[in-house]
């Protein structure tokens, strides 16, 4: 579980995102659900302190709180990054891109020397997951975009993850293909029992594939439920920024009962 308690992110003088108290658990499809500028890349990012939280705490179970630098460290080593750029290198193989989700189990030194062959087979493994096997050895610069973000999931698969973010995963791609790449990535999930936090702007997209859906307006969450429980007049206030209008239903902050610690 994350627990996020008053958690607030500044930019000089622009608030990004207000106070905020969330719980993530695990094994929970998350949805961030909102327009652009709402926040939702920013509390993303806080769950890995990519954006470093200007007030508040962030803890995880068994870990601890994630001002500390070997709880961070360990955090991030088991959390997979999904870009809406894919964040891959052109000129490498999908297989090369692949394998530097294994960089975060190294030491800088060792992190320059060939991966073993039980890494590599972790790798094709991960391929083979969002079928581009036959395509490990193509440079990335060669695939289309559908398959430039597969293998985006399969380097974040590579790091045999607990938690995936994802931040506009399908953004860039077209309606068809975007919705091809989430059920993957939701399937994948599913099956390995990865927690997923995933932004959004596609409503019909949220409502088919998360199991919580969190909408974002200004910097303030002010809708927290169920999918199902999201009416079209709810979506249509969430997008027109009238967050008085959307009948908010957020999940009450929940500490953890049992003691948090350092692995």
């Known amino acids: 579980m994350i627990q996020l308690n008053d958690v607030s992110v500044r930019f000089g003088s622009l608030v990004a995102l207000h106070p905020t108290s969330l719980a993530f658990e695990d094994g929970e499809f998350t949805v961030l659900l909102g327009s652009s500028g709402a926040g939702k890349s920013t509390l993303l990012r806080c769950l890995n302190l990519m954006n ?33 750029q894919h964040q891959l290198i052109g000129r490498l193989s999908a297989l090369q891109n692949v394998l530097m989700g294994r960089i975060g189990y190294h030491t800088t030194l ?6 073993s062959k039980e890494e590599q087979a972790i790798g094709l493994h991960s391929l083979d997951r969002v079928g581009l096997l036959l395509k490990a050895l193509s440079r990335v610069d060669q695939l289309s975009g559908g398959q430039q973000q597969r293998v985006g999931i399969a380097r974040a698969l590579t790091q045999q993850p607990r938690l995936i973010l994802a931040d506009e995963p399908v953004a860039s791609l077209d309606p068809a293909t975007a919705d091809k790449v989430l059920a ?63 009948k908010a239903m957020p999940r009450p902050f929940r500490p953890s009962p049992f003691p948090l610690h350092l692995a």
């Open 52 to 84: 470093q939280p200007s007030s508040g705490s962030i803890t995880v179970s068994e870990l601890g709180n994630l001002q500390n630098r070997r709880a961070l460290q360990a955090h991030r080593r088991h959390t997979g990054m999904i870009f809406q």
């Open 110 to 115: 060792r992190s320059l020397l060939p991966l």
């Open 184 to 246: 993957m990535l939701h399937q994948i999930c599913k099956e390995d029992g990865i927690s997923a936090v995933v932004s959004l702007h596609q409503v019909d997209l949220a409502k088919r594939y998360a199991d919580r859906i969190i909408g974002l307006a200004h910097g303030e969450v002010i809708f927290d439920a169920a999918p199902r429980e999201l009416t079209p007049m709810q979506a249509e206030a969430l997008y027109a920024h009238r967050p008085s209008t959307v």
